[in-house]
Every structure is written in structure tokens, then in C-alpha cells.
């Protein structure tokens, strides 16, 4: 498990964590607009008749207890009633549509998140602290209920509490004037300041001491939130391998079942185990069960204030249950500024953590040049002196690097593992920039072309290629709205062609069954053919196909490259593989060792050289023996 890691500054000054919850709002807003003011309406509307209802109730029980007149009872019956249908309605209006509208919030939001992490330069979109950030801004909503959302529920509790106390104000204002009749006893005090003064300074004792409770209450459970983070990230590693389907066989295999259950179970410990050591020894238990004692005692010191009051005879009975109400609400209400407040510092860190991770930096130089439109595909790609080190790392993954691609041509990139060639692949489609050097497109260093028109002229078929559990042709165009006939030729044209017409849904055959049961699951030769055919449906000028073949059987294997002239046309093609079998048909083999081009030149001149070439081919000499 991780070391431990210095604790996180939680709070900030009052003004700071203003700026920061506001600046909160106002992206949800315009992520949702019309949803807080649907809430602000549904709560102060509530609190409004829930007021007026209090008073009319007030008069009826005096009515009740005095003169009994008919015409008076049934009009504060009705306009209970009614105050009663009036208030659902609008909640129910106000509730619905609030909800719908939070609902796509919550959708936009993630959105906007993943939007970023999509965004970042590769480099920096790989990176595990970076990645951390992300999934972490998820994990302070659910673990801890801070973020972004919570300051809608601050704001709103703001604004109900200020309405409460102002609504509670209005019904207590003759209370503070009510009289107890002269001659009874304790009258001189009753009558006098000093009493209001005297529950005023109890209710603010107990309003501080129960912010105190709750403020070091709080810290002490923010503080475990960073030690759940490596739980959580187990538990979503553990539940996401379960889910998947190419782990199953071997999971049965080797019984990782155990294994699995192990690693959840130490991230368990360690993320409770610190939680506890912070919530189990006790301290936190007696701040949260005095919080609750103080929350209490507010109660039942203006059932005092106004059963004092009752008793010597200063108002009706009716008046007892509005004082009564409206005291406690004001207590409790006024107590929950300073707490709103607090809580309102507490959050204003992790939402200054979302909004940091929105604010990262995109440090490759995004340039603004289009890319010329040739319909000749005469695009010439040249890397001058090309130089890379990944981040932190003290050695070169590639350095010196000269090559410049023939139009048309086809070259074949081969090597041991770690020799540089998908480093190389990486820096050609710009995932990364080069530290030395130079990449040129038609003579333009390719940092001044805007990327994604860049990257318009490069298909590529990733070893680890994706595809979406979505219809087989819309996994070709990329697209809902494709052009069904293109891509049925591009996928003939890699070798699917017999397949498609074995299929009865044809293009709109879903791949696998996670959203339709009647989806295919296809092996994995038939989905590296489809990766393929989406590369030649962009029909770029230029197509890289990194292991083409690398889950094709033999006969297979044969059949592609036996296409693979047609297949590419008039494009530039670029191989990485393995199969040095592969390189015989290319009309340029770069041979990579330690991060630098070792040799170049033909499959028979490469052959007769007796360099690196031909030892990686006698390496595979048993293979290509028997080919022959």
C-alpha cells in the first residue's frame, strides 16, 4: 500500500470559499439552467404556506377554545385546505421538473469532465496522477458528499434558512410584546429585556457550541477521504475485471477468483483501517452525539421561553402552538447559519479541485494551419533529427532519427520490443511531441498545423484497437449517419466481405451482446479485420497498421497481405510487426534498435547485410523455413 501522504488543507477563509461556491453555481447554471431557481421556488413557496398555515392554525384553535363561531372555523378550515392543495401542486409542478433538469446536470457534468480528460495532451492524459484527479473529483461526490453539486445544496440551504428566519421573525414579533398581567409572580421578569436577552444568549451559546461540534466532526471524517482513495480505486479495478469478458478464461484458469478477493480485501483494510484509527477511538462519536444533544436543547429552550410566558397568562392557547413553532424553527435556523456556512468552507476546496483539473494546461503547441486538400495524396511526412524522452525517464526512447516517407510507398518498421517503434508510431500521429528535432509535412514543422486537421491525414489500426458495442457499420464510418455501401467495399476489402454476408442483420449486427442480445460475439481475427475497414473507410493518405495481423490465423494472415497492395492503393503505408515474413512485400524496411534507425533498406539487401536485420530474421528462421 501507498505511503502516507501529508493531509490536505480542507477549509478556507469565508470570502474565498464564497468566490469558489459561486463560481460553482454559475457552471451549473449554465449546465442546467432554470434548476436552482426551481428549487429556490419549490423551497421558499413551501416555507411560505407552511407559515401561513402555522397561523391560521393558531386561529382556529382560539376559536376553538373562545367563541365556537361556524362561519369563522370553516373559513380557516378552507383556507387550510386549500393553502394545502395550492402548495402540493406547485411542489409536485416544481419537484418534476427540477428533477428532470438535474438529471441531464449530472449527465453534462460528467460529460464536461470526461470532455477534458479527452482533451489533455496524450502525454499528460496517460498519466496515473492525472487520471487520480479525475476518478478522485467522482469519489468526493460519493465518499464524501463535496464537490460542484453540493454547492447547489449549500446555496439552497442558505436561502431557506434566511426565508425561515425571516418568515419566523414575522410570526414571533408578539411574542416579544406579549405581556404577563401584573401581580404574578416572576411578571417583573417576564415583562422585561433581561428575559429576552437571557434566551437570546443561551440560543447563541448553544448555536456556537454546536458549530464547534460539528465543524471538528466534519474534519475529522474529510480526513479519511484521501486514505478511501485507494480502496475505491481497488474495488473499481476488482468489479471492472469481473465485467469483463476476455478476463473470464483466465480468471478460471489460474483461479485469480482468490486473488481478486485478496487485493479487495487488503484495500478494505487499509482504507478502513485509517478511517477507523480516525472515527473508532471514540472522539468522533462524542462530538456527533453532543452535536445532536445541542440540536435538541435549542427546543426545548423555547418550549420553556414560551411556556413561561403561557403559564402567567400573556397570550391564548392558539398563540402557545405558533410561538411555540415558530421560536424552535428560528433556534434551530439561526444555528444553522454558522453551520451552512462552515459547511460551505469545507466544500470550497474540492470544488477548486474540479475546477483546477477543468483548468490543466494543454502544453503541446496547438497550431492553426490547415492542411493543403490533395486529391493526389501527395503528402510527404519527414522526421529530421527527431529526438524523444518520456516524462521522468533518464534515457532516450528515441534519438536521431532521420527518415522521410516516400509517397505511395510502402515501409515496413521492425524491431525487438522497446526498440522505439511505437514511440515512433506515436510521435508521426502527433499523440506525442519530439524534444529534438524536427516533424515535417510537406516541409511544415507539423506543431503549426491545427492537430485534428493533422491527424485528418493519418488512419491507423492499434495493436490495442477499440471498437464500440454498437452496429458493426457504425463502428466503420464512426458515425450514426454513414455511408452504408462504403462501408461494406471497405470491409470486403479487409478480408470481412464472406462474413458480412453470413450475418442476417448485416451492417446494423450490433458487436457483442452488452446492449443486444442479439449482438455477435466475433473472434478476434474478424474484429482486427473490422478495425481495418474503419481505417480505409476515413480513406486518409496515409494508413499505419501496427500488428496488422496479429490475430489472424496464418491462411488468414496470407490472404491480407496478398490484398494488402489493393487494399492501400494509392495510400502511404507504414507496418510495424514482428512477423518479419510481413516486411518481404514492402518496399523499405527501418529497422529500429535502442531508440535509433540501425538499417534501412529492402527485405533481400537487408537479408545479404549480415546486420540487425538478418539476426532477427535468423531468429525466426524455423517460421519462415517452413513458410517457404
Not at 50 to 64: C, G, K, Q, T
Not at 327 to 340: A, E, G, I, W
Not at 568 to 591: N, P
Given at each position: 500500500?501507498?505511503?502516507?501522504?501529508?493531509?490536505?488543507?480542507?477549509?478556507?477563509?469565508?470570502?474565498?470559499?464564497?468566490?469558489?461556491?459561486?463560481?460553482?453555481?454559475?457552471?451549473?447554471?449554465?449546465?442546467?439552467?432554470?434548476?436552482?431557481?426551481?428549487?429556490?421556488?419549490?423551497?421558499?413557496?413551501?416555507i411560505?404556506?407552511?407559515?401561513?398555515?402555522?397561523?391560521?392554525?393558531?386561529?382556529?384553535?382560539?376559536?376553538?377554545a373562545?367563541?365556537?363561531?361556524?362561519?369563522?372555523?370553516?373559513?380557516?378550515?378552507?383556507?387550510?385546505?386549500?393553502?394545502?392543495?395550492?402548495?402540493?401542486?406547485?411542489?409536485?409542478?416544481?419537484?418534476?421538473?427540477?428533477?428532470?433538469?438535474?438529471?441531464?446536470?449530472?449527465?453534462?457534468?460528467?460529460?464536461?469532465?470526461s470532455?477534458?480528460?479527452?482533451?489533455?495532451?496524450?502525454?499528460?492524459?496517460?498519466?496515473?496522477?492525472?487520471?487520480?484527479?479525475?476518478?478522485?473529483?467522482?469519489?468526493?461526490?460519493?465518499?464524501?458528499?463535496?464537490g460542484?453539486?453540493?454547492?447547489?445544496?449549500?446555496?439552497?440551504?442558505?436561502?431557506?434558512?434566511?426565508?425561515?428566519?425571516?418568515?419566523?421573525?414575522?410570526?414571533?414579533?408578539?411574542?416579544?410584546?406579549?405581556?404577563?398581567?401584573?401581580?404574578?409572580?416572576?411578571?417583573?421578569f417576564?415583562?422585561?429585556?433581561?428575559?429576552?436577552?437571557?434566551?437570546?444568549?443561551?440560543?447563541?451559546?448553544?448555536?456556537?457550541?454546536?458549530?464547534?461540534?460539528?465543524?471538528?466532526?466534519?474534519?475529522?471524517?474529510?480526513?479519511?477521504?484521501?486514505?478511501?482513495?485507494?480502496?475505491?480505486?481497488?474495488?473499481?479495478?476488482?468489479?471492472?475485471?469481473?465485467?469483463?469478458?476476455?478476463?473470464?478464461?483466465?480468471?478460471?484458469?489460474?483461479?485469480?477468483?482468490?486473488?481478486?478477493?485478496?487485493?479487495?480485501?487488503?484495500?478494505?483494510?487499509?482504507?478502513?483501517?485509517?478511517?477507523?484509527?480516525?472515527?473508532?477511538?471514540?472522539?468522533?462519536?462524542?462530538?456527533?452525539?453532543?452535536?445532536?444533544?445541542?440540536?435538541?436543547?435549542?427546543?426545548?429552550?423555547?418550549?420553556?421561553?414560551?411556556?413561561?410566558?403561557?403559564?402567567?397568562?400573556?397570550?391564548?392557547?392558539?398563540?402557545?402552538?405558533q410561538?411555540?413553532?415558530?421560536?424552535?424553527?428560528?433556534?434551530?435556523?439561526?444555528?444553522?447559519?454558522?453551520?451552512?456556512?462552515?459547511?460551505?468552507?469545507?466544500?470550497?476546496?474540492?470544488?477548486?479541485?474540479?475546477?483546477d483539473?477543468?483548468?490543466?494546461?494543454?502544453?503541446?503547441?496547438?497550431?492553426?494551419?490547415?492542411?493543403?486538400?490533395?486529391?493526389?495524396?501527395?503528402?510527404?511526412?519527414?522526421?529530421?533529427?527527431v529526438g524523444?524522452?518520456?516524462?521522468a525517464?533518464?534515457?532516450?526512447?528515441?534519438?536521431?532519427?532521420?527518415?522521410?516517407?516516400?509517397?505511395?510507398?510502402?515501409?515496413?518498421?521492425?524491431?525487438?520490443?522497446g526498440?522505439?517503434?511505437?514511440?515512433?508510431?506515436?510521435?508521426?500521429?502527433?499523440?506525442?511531441?519530439?524534444?529534438?528535432?524536427?516533424?515535417?509535412?510537406?516541409?511544415?514543422?507539423?506543431?503549426?498545423?491545427?492537430?485534428?486537421?493533422?491527424?485528418?491525414?493519418?488512419?491507423?489500426?492499434?495493436?490495442?484497437?477499440?471498437?464500440?458495442?454498437?452496429?458493426?457499420?457504425?463502428?466503420?464510418?464512426?458515425?450514426?449517419?454513414?455511408?452504408?455501401?462504403?462501408?461494406?467495399?471497405?470491409?470486403?476489402?479487409?478480408?470481412?466481405?464472406?462474413?458480412?454476408?453470413?450475418?442476417?442483420?448485416?451492417?446494423?449486427?450490433?458487436?457483442?451482446?452488452?446492449?443486444?442480445?442479439?449482438?455477435?460475439?466475433?473472434?478476434?481475427?474478424?474484429?482486427?479485420?473490422?478495425?481495418?475497414?474503419?481505417?480505409?473507410?476515413?480513406?486518409?493518405?496515409?494508413?499505419?497498421?501496427?500488428?496488422?495481423?496479429?490475430?489472424?490465423?496464418?491462411?488468414?494472415?496470407?490472404?491480407?497481405y496478398?490484398?494488402?497492395?489493393?487494399?492501400?492503393?494509392?495510400?502511404?503505408?507504414?507496418?510495424?510487426?514482428?512477423?518479419?515474413?510481413?516486411?518481404?512485400?514492402?518496399?523499405?524496411?527501418?529497422?529500429?534498435?535502442?531508440?535509433?534507425?540501425?538499417e534501412?533498406?529492402?527485405?533481400?539487401?537487408?537479408?545479404?547485410?549480415?546486420?540487425?536485420?538478418?539476426?532477427?530474421?535468423?531468429?525466426?528462421?524455423?517460421?519462415?523455413?517452413?513458410?517457404?
Open positions: 500500500m501507498p505511503k502516507k501522504q501529508k493531509e490536505q488543507k480542507y477549509e478556507m477563509s469565508l470570502k474565498e470559499s464564497a468566490v469558489w461556491t459561486l463560481q460553482a453555481i454559475r457552471l451549473l447554471h449554465r449546465l442546467a439552467p432554470g434548476e436552482m431557481e426551481l428549487a429556490f421556488a419549490d423551497d421558499i413557496s413551501g411560505i404556506f407552511n407559515y401561513v398555515n402555522i397561523f391560521l392554525m393558531a386561529r382556529l384553535i382560539d376559536e376553538l373562545t367563541e365556537m363561531r361556524p362561519e369563522r372555523l370553516i373559513l380557516f378550515a378552507a383556507l387550510i385546505i386549500a393553502g394545502t392543495v395550492v402548495r402540493q401542486i406547485l411542489h409536485y409542478t416544481f419537484f418534476h421538473i427540477k428533477q428532470y433538469k438535474g438529471i441531464f446536470r449530472g449527465e453534462k457534468k460528467q460529460y464536461m469532465l470532455r477534458k480528460l479527452a482533451s489533455l495532451d496524450y502525454v499528460d492524459a496517460e498519466r496515473q496522477d492525472i487520471r487520480d484527479r479525475f476518478f478522485k473529483i467522482k469519489q468526493d461526490e460519493d465518499w464524501a458528499d463535496k460542484i453539486n453540493s454547492a447547489y445544496s449549500i446555496a439552497e440551504n442558505l436561502i431557506c434558512v434566511v426565508t425561515d428566519i425571516i418568515s419566523c421573525i414575522a410570526l414571533t414579533v408578539s411574542f416579544l410584546f406579549a405581556k404577563v398581567p401584573e401581580g404574578t409572580l416572576g411578571a417583573w417576564l415583562n422585561s429585556p433581561l428575559f429576552i436577552l437571557t434566551v437570546a444568549a443561551a440560543a447563541v451559546l448553544i448555536a456556537k457550541l454546536l458549530t464547534l461540534c460539528f465543524t471538528a466532526a466534519e474534519r475529522l471524517q474529510l480526513k479519511t477521504n484521501d486514505a478511501s482513495a485507494q480502496m475505491n480505486r481497488m474495488e473499481r479495478h476488482t468489479r471492472d475485471i469481473q465485467k469483463d469478458e476476455s478476463r473470464a478464461l483466465d480468471m478460471r484458469i489460474y483461479s485469480q477468483k482468490e486473488q481478486l478477493i485478496a487485493m479487495r480485501r487488503e484495500a478494505i483494510d487499509y482504507g478502513y483501517g485509517a478511517m477507523s484509527k480516525k472515527l473508532s477511538k471514540g472522539r468522533y462519536g462524542i462530538l456527533k452525539l453532543l452535536q445532536f444533544a445541542l440540536a435538541y436543547s435549542t427546543d426545548w429552550l423555547m418550549y420553556l421561553a414560551v411556556g413561561l410566558k403561557a403559564l402567567a397568562g400573556a397570550f391564548s392557547i392558539g398563540s402557545v402552538t410561538y411555540v413553532y415558530a421560536l424552535t424553527v428560528l433556534s434551530d435556523n439561526l444555528s444553522k447559519v454558522p453551520l451552512t456556512l462552515n459547511e460551505m468552507r469545507l466544500n470550497a476546496p474540492y470544488i477548486k479541485k474540479v475546477f483539473f477543468m483548468e490543466l494546461p494543454n502544453n503541446m503547441y496547438q497550431g492553426s494551419l490547415t492542411t493543403e486538400k490533395r486529391s493526389d495524396r501527395q503528402y510527404d511526412i519527414e522526421f529530421r533529427d524523444f524522452k518520456y516524462p525517464a533518464e534515457t532516450w526512447a528515441l534519438r536521431h532519427v532521420n527518415i522521410k516517407f516516400r509517397v505511395g510507398t510502402r515501409l515496413a518498421v521492425v524491431g525487438e520490443n526498440s522505439g517503434k511505437t514511440t515512433f508510431i506515436k510521435l508521426l500521429c502527433r499523440l506525442y511531441d519530439p524534444q529534438e528535432g524536427q516533424i515535417l509535412l510537406n516541409g511544415i514543422d507539423i506543431k503549426k498545423y491545427n492537430p485534428r486537421d493533422y491527424m485528418g491525414v493519418l488512419s491507423v489500426v492499434f495493436q490495442d484497437y477499440f471498437l464500440l458495442s454498437q452496429p458493426l457499420g457504425e463502428n466503420v464510418g464512426c458515425s450514426k449517419d454513414y455511408d452504408r455501401k462504403k462501408a461494406e467495399k471497405c470491409l470486403t476489402e479487409a478480408g470481412f466481405g464472406e462474413r458480412l454476408e453470413s450475418l442476417p442483420e448485416g451492417l446494423d449486427t450490433y458487436i457483442n451482446k452488452e446492449f443486444e442480445p442479439k449482438g455477435v460475439q466475433f473472434s478476434g481475427g474478424e474484429l482486427q479485420k473490422i478495425a481495418i475497414a474503419r481505417a480505409l473507410y476515413k480513406n486518409a493518405p496515409f494508413i499505419i497498421l501496427d500488428e496488422p495481423t496479429a490475430a489472424l490465423d496464418p491462411i488468414a494472415e496470407a490472404e491480407i496478398k490484398q494488402f497492395d489493393d487494399i492501400t492503393g494509392d495510400r502511404t503505408a507504414i507496418y510495424i510487426s514482428h512477423r518479419l515474413s510481413s516486411c518481404r512485400f514492402c518496399d523499405e524496411i527501418a529497422v529500429f534498435d535502442g531508440g535509433r534507425i540501425v534501412r533498406g529492402t527485405h533481400d539487401s537487408l537479408i545479404n547485410a549480415q546486420g540487425r536485420y538478418r539476426e532477427l530474421w535468423e531468429a525466426q528462421a524455423g517460421y519462415y523455413q517452413k513458410e517457404s
